[in-house]
């Protein structure tokens, strides 16, 4: 189903309900995946997940297609992954790398995880990262998202969005060739 | 005879059609040999202009015949590890065995608990324009009682932006910092933010704080 198809369907109440599990069943792996690389931990992905499809549900009437619609869903879930790891720094009372500290237990725990010592190395290397460099980092390099798109999603211009990419790549590397 | 019989056209004097201008002595002799220097003269100004232009430096033998090579080399040196290692672009993570089939279930169930509790709901206390103002209120206050040693404040009315420099001045009030905020907004919506993410996880906790609430506001 087209998203034109869904959003026009959705805004019909009979067919609400169908629309939204189109967009679901569309979208929910992608979603995941972005906000997975961010937190790391399944569960708590999981929770996240769900938050951004009722955020989705609760303010799809009003979207008003000024973007895409997975341009859309792709901000709110940056916001809720971003909005997540602040809450908790801030319940726990964390500073950065205490909670990469604590991200990297995640990383290291293997539950849900399958990769070897290279590609744990690399995961290792982007908590050095801050929050939105790494998330950068994450759409360009693994999800091979243009700038204009990344730009869209995180309301950060393209010249920035470079220069934050390139610095990641420098301090990875560094990183890889330091370990 | 006639006056126009007796008339005789100036121009037709044979006088008038005589060449008046001179050459130099032996011009045209030595023209052909003039002409031949300054042809040669030029040939070699421009000559001399073609040999400026021409560029000092030089490039080892077959430098450009190598120079493609050389940039793809660098720029696979350059990219590293991370554009080496195919699989690096693969994440390590994994999702729960049919975790993506049961994932619409959960959350349907979750939007229906969300709809239940949002009929039932109260505006939270933060949404609140008083609550802004009283958090407005008491930074205020708080600004000016924290500066017991500050002068008396002057008379209210039309102040000139020299009168409040020349005040703050003389308060002890930091005014870099003052100067670096956007205005109370900002301050209050920092602290707002601090503020609603923990009572946003505290109800999330303890649902029942809602009731609390609701009973405050009446």
Known sequence: ????????????????????????????????????????????????????????????????????????????????????????????????????????NHLTSGVYISGDEVQMKLQKALLILPDKQRLVFNMKYFDDMKYDEISEITGTSVGALKASYHLAVKKIEQYLTRN | MS???????????????????????????????????????????????????????????GYFDQLQDKIKAKLAEESSLLSKEEKLK???????????????????????KNHEQDTAKVVPMYQKNWFRLAVAAVLVMGFFILSPTDPPFPPTGELSEETMLAYLSESDFDLDLIASLDGFDTVI??????????????LGLNPELEYELEYLER
């Not at chain 1, 906000?35 to 979207?63: A, P, S, W």
């Not at chain 1, 619609?69 to 792709?74: I, P």
């Open chain 2, 3 to 61: 006056n126009e019989e007796n008339h005789i056209d100036p121009l037709d004097n044979p006088e008038m059609k005589k060449n008046i201008f001179e050459v130099p002595d032996g011009y045209f002799e030595q023209f052909e040999a003039n002409l031949e220097a300054r042809l040669d003269t030029q040939g070699e100004e421009i000559e001399l202009s073609k040999h400026l232009k021409e560029p000092v430096f030089e490039v080892p033998e």
């Open chain 2, 189 to 202: 919506d920092q602290i707002l933010e601090e503020e609603t993410l923990d009572y946003d996880f505290d």
């Open chain 2, 90 to 112: 693969i994440p390590p993570f994994e999702a729960p065995e049919g975790y993506f089939e049961g994932f619409e279930g959960k959350l349907q169930e979750k939007l229906a």
């Open chain 1, 1 to 104: 189903m087209e998203d034109r198809e869904i959003l026009i369907e959705f805004k019909e109440n009979n067919g609400k309900d169908k629309a939204f599990s189109a967009l679901v069943s569309k979208y929910q792996q992608r979603i995941y995946w972005h906000i997975r690389k961010m937190i790391i931990d399944h569960d708590d992905t999981d929770d996240v997940l769900q938050e951004v499809f009722v955020k989705v549900y609760k303010n799809l009437d009003g979207f008003r297609e000024a973007s895409q619609l997975y341009t859309w869903m792709y901000r709110i879930a940056t916001n809720e992954a971003l909005t997540f790891l602040n809450k908790r720094r801030k319940r726990l009372s964390l500073g950065l790398d205490e909670i990469n500290n604590e991200l990297e």
